[in-house]
């Protein structure tokens, strides 16, 4: 069954955390904008593409490979320093070496001890100079030179020199990829710009609005879509226009005749022995014109283009109009139904006559098809609405009969379908199975549905008008 009106839908977002309500509407946000996966994408592909540069260039220079390049450089060059240095080492001379060139020094021995830069103690563990390979016991790392005096020398990155090559790198970076995403997210932007046209385009087609079409940015392959829609969008408005026109007039051609039809059984002599034939002859006539009118009105309704002709209505006043309307024709009991209207109903614009035909259909077929032990009965109520529907309201009719299977419950709103004998036309009830199909019309056309639940006893029909 379907759900009732006001129902709240399971997992609602006002049952869970703020946290996770925001972290649902991102994913949701997320996985509906094209624009941002495809933005994602292109984060995730030059990040992918970044890990494997790095990785091909540590795979071809690993551990051992351009140290193997470097070392006897660095070691020629670190013997050129030392002899400038000279024996004994010339404090001034390591001095104007270190403030001179990118390295940093640090004698140790029996008669000189001073360093470059006394407050690191970090430049002899420099990862790029650490060899990944324990030297031998009682050797020298290849970073350290000793002199004749008995002087060691250790060479080392300048401290100064990585303090500085560091200052503002972190948030130059964070800029240039910060401003890559916006670049990348602009140009995707401007690439799916007709997207949006076109979808802002097809729901005004949906609405039944053809008079302006999509507009053509580009000459490519989403303007061509475009340009297609929009053929196709005229191709619909030629056939819905041929439509109406059929349906102006199949009912002019089909209600004249039967109305002469109609005037001309009337006019018949009453004689006892044509009462009965006279009387068949108009009841049948009759039930020609009403199919027609209920076929007509089920495909004007059916159309999602149905233009309603909305204005305010007094819903317990229009429902009191319809029960007198079922009284003058003498349905049984009609005089008793039970009106409940709530104080608190909204102020709705609905299409007065649809809302009439919705009344007349749900009343008159509780009335045929749901004799009980007590009189059937209308509810006028507020509909339960979340914070972003807009006011609605619930007309809700009760028979208290036998009701219907609960296998045929959601198809009596279906088009000329009849469950069973006590609801045929030949069980005195009439019709042919169009009512409930059009009061789900109307109230889908209205912005809202309609509902049927087996009461026990009764069946219980619940249309929402918004």
Same mark, same amino acid.
């Given at each position: 069954?379907?759900?009732?009106?006001?129902?709240?839908?399971?997992?609602?977002?006002? #049952?869970?955390?703020?946290?996770?309500?925001?972290?649902?509407?991102?994913?949701?946000?997320?996985?509906?904008?094209?624009?941002?996966?495809?933005?994602?994408?292109?984060?995730?592909?030059?990040?992918?593409?970044?890990?494997?540069?790095?990785?091909?260039?540590?795979?071809?220079?690993?551990?051992?490979?351009?140290?193997?390049?470097?070392?006897?450089?660095?070691?020629?060059?670190?013997?050129?320093?030392?002899?400038?240095?000279?024996?004994?080492?010339?404090?001034?001379?390591?001095?104007?070496?270190?403030?001179?060139?990118?390295?940093?020094?640090?004698?140790?021995?029996?008669?000189?001890?001073?360093?470059?830069?006394?407050?690191?103690?970090?430049?002899?563990?420099?990862?790029?100079?650490?060899?990944?390979?324990?030297?031998?016991?009682?050797?020298?790392?290849?970073?350290?030179?000793?002199?004749?005096?008995?002087?060691?020398?250790?060479?080392?990155?300048?401290?100064?020199?990585?303090?500085?090559?560091?200052?503002?790198?972190?948030?130059?970076?964070?800029?240039?990829?910060?401003?890559?995403?916006?670049?990348?997210?602009?140009?995707?932007?401007?690439? #799916?710009?007709?997207?949006?046209?076109?979808?802002?385009?097809?729901?005004?087609?949906?609405?039944?609005?053809?008079?302006?079409?999509?507009?053509?940015?580009?000459?490519?392959?989403?303007?061509?879509?475009?340009?297609?829609?929009?053929?196709?969008?005229?191709?619909?408005?030629?056939?819905?226009?041929?439509?109406?026109? #059929?349906?102006?007039?199949?009912?002019?051609?089909?209600?004249?005749?039967?109305?002469?039809?109609?005037?001309?059984?009337? +006019?018949?002599?009453?004689?006892?022995?044509?009462?009965?034939?006279?009387?068949?002859?108009?009841?049948?006539?009759?039930?020609?014109?009403?199919?027609?009118?209920?076929?007509?009105?089920?495909?004007?309704?059916?159309?999602?283009?149905?233009?309603?002709?909305?204005?305010?209505?007094?819903?317990?006043? +229009?429902?009191?109009?319809?029960?007198?309307?079922?009284?003058?024709?003498?349905?049984?009991?009609?005089?008793?139904?039970?009106?409940?209207?709530?104080?608190?109903?909204?102020?709705?614009?609905?299409?007065?006559?649809?809302?009439?035909? +919705?009344?007349?259909?749900?009343?008159?077929?509780?009335?045929?098809?749901?004799?009980?032990?007590?009189?059937?009965? #209308?509810?006028?109520?507020?509909?339960?609405?979340?914070?972003?529907?807009?006011?609605?309201?619930?007309?809700?009719?009760?028979?208290?009969?036998?009701?219907?299977?609960?296998?045929?419950?959601?198809?009596?709103?279906?088009?000329?379908?009849?469950?069973?004998?006590?609801?045929?036309?030949?069980?005195?009830?009439?019709?042919?199975?169009?009512?409930?199909?059009?009061?789900?019309?109307?109230?889908?056309?209205?912005?809202?549905?309609?509902?049927?639940?087996?009461?026990?006893?009764?069946?219980?029909?619940?249309?929402?008008?918004?």
């Amino acid at each position: 069954m379907r759900p009732r009106p006001g129902t709240p839908p399971e997992g609602c977002d006002g #049952l869970l955390p703020r946290r996770l309500q925001r972290r649902r509407r991102w994913r949701q946000r997320w996985s509906h904008s094209l624009r941002l996966r495809l933005v994602t994408l292109f984060v995730v592909l030059a990040l992918a593409m970044t890990a494997v540069f790095l990785g091909g260039f540590r795979a071809a220079f690993g551990s051992t490979g351009w140290r193997a390049v470097a070392q006897p450089l660095l070691s020629d060059y670190m013997g050129r320093v030392v002899d400038e240095i000279g024996s004994p080492p010339s404090v001034e001379k390591a001095r104007e070496l270190a403030a001179r060139l990118p390295i940093s020094l640090r004698i140790s021995g029996p008669v000189v001890n001073w360093a470059s830069d006394p407050d690191d103690e970090r430049h002899r563990r420099r990862d790029w100079l650490t060899p990944r390979v324990p030297t031998a016991a009682g050797e020298d790392p290849w970073y350290v030179r000793r002199t004749a005096d008995g002087h060691r020398i250790t060479f080392g990155w300048s401290p100064r020199l990585m303090q500085q090559a560091n200052d503002g790198f972190d948030g130059v970076m964070v800029a240039l990829v910060l401003g890559l995403i916006l670049l990348a997210y602009g140009v995707v932007h401007k690439l #799916l710009r007709p997207l949006e046209d076109i979808r802002a385009g097809a729901e005004r087609f949906g609405r039944g609005d053809f008079s302006r079409p999509i507009p053509l940015r580009r000459r490519d392959e989403l303007g061509e879509l475009a340009q297609h829609i929009n053929t196709v969008a005229e191709d619909i408005k030629r056939m819905l226009d041929a439509k109406r026109a #059929l349906l102006l007039a199949v009912s002019h051609e089909l209600r004249s005749p039967l109305t002469r039809a109609r005037l001309n059984a009337e +006019l018949l002599p009453e004689t006892p022995e044509g009462a009965a034939e006279r009387a068949a002859l108009l009841r049948d006539l009759n039930e020609m014109r009403d199919l027609i009118s209920d076929l007509l009105e089920g495909e004007r309704l059916s159309s999602p283009h149905a233009a309603l002709q909305r204005e305010p209505v007094d819903l317990p006043a +229009l429902a009191r109009e319809v029960m007198q309307e079922l009284v003058a024709r003498g349905l049984p009991l009609a005089e008793a139904v039970q009106v409940d209207a709530a104080s608190d109903l909204p102020a709705l614009s609905l299409d007065r006559a649809r809302v009439r035909l +919705l009344l007349r259909n749900l009343l008159a077929n509780a009335l045929h098809h749901g004799a009980g032990p007590q009189p059937p009965r #209308l509810s006028l109520h507020r509909a339960p609405t979340a914070p972003d529907e807009p006011d609605g309201v619930c007309i809700e009719v009760r028979d208290f009969g036998p009701g219907v299977p609960e296998d045929q419950l959601e198809r009596l709103a279906e088009p000329f379908y009849r469950p069973d004998s006590a609801r045929a036309r030949g069980a005195g009830g009439g019709g042919v199975g169009l009512g409930m199909y059009l009061c789900r019309l109307v109230a889908q056309a209205h912005g809202g549905r309609l509902d049927l639940r087996l009461a026990k006893p009764g069946l219980a029909v619940t249309a929402l008008l918004r």
